[in-house]
């Protein structure tokens, strides 16, 4: 589908839901609102527009600026050959959001990530916990107040096994 | 999916710690086992997670290359082109022609090369020693060529925004048959010693088997995802450089086990080398030396000539300059000086290229994109590798994001290995081609 | 027993006999991984220092070999290892990551090895070239050789 239909399918079929709609060459950039992510998610994946394969699912910290979180999706149709970004803004002081792993498999351990670098909770996601760094490490890396080179060296208080 | 071993079930857990012989890094599996039989296991990543993403807030975007190059390390040169053509596309600006030729044949070097050590650790695992040895030859035949132009074998910052380093070496051509034929041999050995090897088949045919539709679902990209049957490759889909231009076909498996996968990179290995052969025949010629007098002056005596008058003529640069002189610099680089620094000949006897030397390097200035933000994929060892990078207009990245493709394939190794037995964990586990660098990041 | 003839003999054949049969254990994690490949390879022998067989296990190794980035949540893992090693036993720090934390200086990464187990040899690179690797073994050959055994077990207390 052309990317000027599909915006204006969304916009019929979610009225008030799309906070902005622009084009990126051949591609889409979406903003959307909170409330409907899961719902224009899983139309996004579906007939027509067989967004089948979710590429990549991130966190950009904005809360100096904008006082939010954005939480960046992308999502490639392998029929058409085109992909969409789907971005929506979080508050910063309720990163609570709606878990993807119902619609794809990957948005598990991608939505671990996050949670693990940002510390935004997933609702629904089947376990939540750290990914990359370790069990009783303190404070969300990537967040712009943790300074890079914070050390929190892991102690195992003499034993080692 | 976690799990908790329940005691009435009389299991073993059993732990294939981050440190295993099985070179691929560090992962941890944790696996419950009755018998031999896994009943459920657990994948433990980041035991290489080096802050990648953090760092490269902290670094402007001229000096965070070095750190794209130890993403994907068996590829090296692949990380650098996305990161390059990402940023590429943020400034709006175009290589030269024989730059995007000579980065197609870096990159197709570095797939080469990535494939060659999947397969040659895949068949080590299986107790194929023989397939090990006869390709890290290959390897380093192919590391020869990447070493002559741009003097590391591995970890090169080649490919950098606007262009390449340095052109071709003068002299890459014997040694680029030389890999090619070498590797074309060596191909065709591990064919005879793997193909029909009863031992290989047994563990690898029908094992770690997966649909297409689960492949998409747990964003499989890359030979992964074709050997499947699902015909996605980046190069084909959404074009970069001057794919277009190139005759390669893409192998796609049937079954999507770790069979099929093992003969996706075979056989993309046999498509790397004739773009290869192609690249280097199309390759535009240099552009034409102006004559004059050519004895090169030292680089004291240009300074000192170039206090009264322009220096014209070559300069004899250092033996780590080469290839990066004035007359090529136009062919390797964009003449933009806004994203590029300026030949070193400029630099050191002219008043502006010194300008634009210091304004490059110079805290706050330098690279200083509009702001706003790219997503770039190109295709990289194990699939789409992509980088998302947010600019807010300074000269450091707000965020930079990489789409590591084998933080998706291992995904899915929980489901690929469950009710199998713990021997079919290796091959599995060797034919995804996992890289610890760009799985943790 | 006294520092004797028969003793600094004992020694030297010692020292000769361990240096050259080493088993090294490859902790690889990272991106030296690659040319820790190349130097244990055909082009770039290990074999021919007498250190080309690779054990697998801890428990049969004297020479740890550390190779590639050891990050914060690795670190612990890497000390059971260096402990399941019987004495004699070396450590070789491969790459400057293991070094000094490299180019990560971040909260992710340990800065040197030598923070966490006792070190032999330092090879710095990013990564070393194999020549580099063949050097530093050759170092560490020539310390093996001068190590002096400890005659606890004959001193009169």
Known sequence: MEPERVIGDLEKRFPGEI??????????????????????????????????????????????????????????????????????????????????????????????????????????????????????????????????????????????? | MTFEPRPERNSMLLNLGPSHPAMHGTVRIMVELEGERILNSEVEIGYLHRGFEKTCENRTYFTLLPYTDRLNYVSPLINNAGYALAMEKLLGIEAPERAQYIRVLMCELSRISDHLTSVAAMGMECGAFTVFLYMMKAREYIWDVIEFTTGARMTASYIRIGGVRADLHPDYRAALEKAVRETRKVLKDVHGLLDGNKIFLDRTKGLGALTPEEAVSYGWTGPCLRSTGVRYDVRKSRPYLVYDRLDFDVPLGSNGDNYDRYMVRMMELDQSLRIVEQTAAALPPRAPIAAGDRRPVEPSEAIRISRGQRVVGPVRLSPNLEGSEKDVYGDIQTADRRWTLPPKEDTYTTMEGLINHFLFFMQGRGIRPPKGEVYFSVEGGNGELGYYIVSDGTDRPYRLHLRAPCFHIVSALERLIKGRYVADVIPTFGSLNMIGGELDR | MSEGYLTTKFEDALGWARKFSLFHYPFITACCGMEYMSTACAHFDLDRFGAGLTRFSPRQADLLLVVGTITMKLAPVLRTVYDQMAEPKWVVAFGTCTVSGGIYDNYAVVQGIDSVIPVDVYIPGCPPRPETVLDGLLKLQEKIRKQKQDWRWSRKE
């Open chain 1, 19 to 161: 906070v902005e709609a622009s084009r990126d060459g051949v591609d889409l950039v979406l903003v959307i609102r909170l409330e409907a992510l899961l719902r224009i998610m899983g139309s996004l994946k579906e007939p027509p527009y067989s967004y089948k394969l979710l590429l990549d699912l991130t966190c950009v910290d904005f809360r100096r600026d904008a006082g939010s979180f954005e939480m960046v999706y992308h999502l490639y149709s392998l029929d058409a050959g085109r992909r969409v970004r789907v971005k929506v803004r979080l508050p910063a002081d309720a990163p609570l959001m709606d878990s993807l792993a119902s619609l794809w498999r990957n948005a598990n351990w991608l939505e671990r990530e996050v949670y693990d670098m940002f510390g935004v909770v997933f609702k629904g996601h089947p376990d939540l916990k750290r990914i990359l760094m370790y069990d009783g490490f303190e404070g969300f890396p990537l967040r712009k107040d943790y300074p890079l080179r914070r050390r929190q060296p892991k102690a195992d208080k003499g034993n080692t096994t």
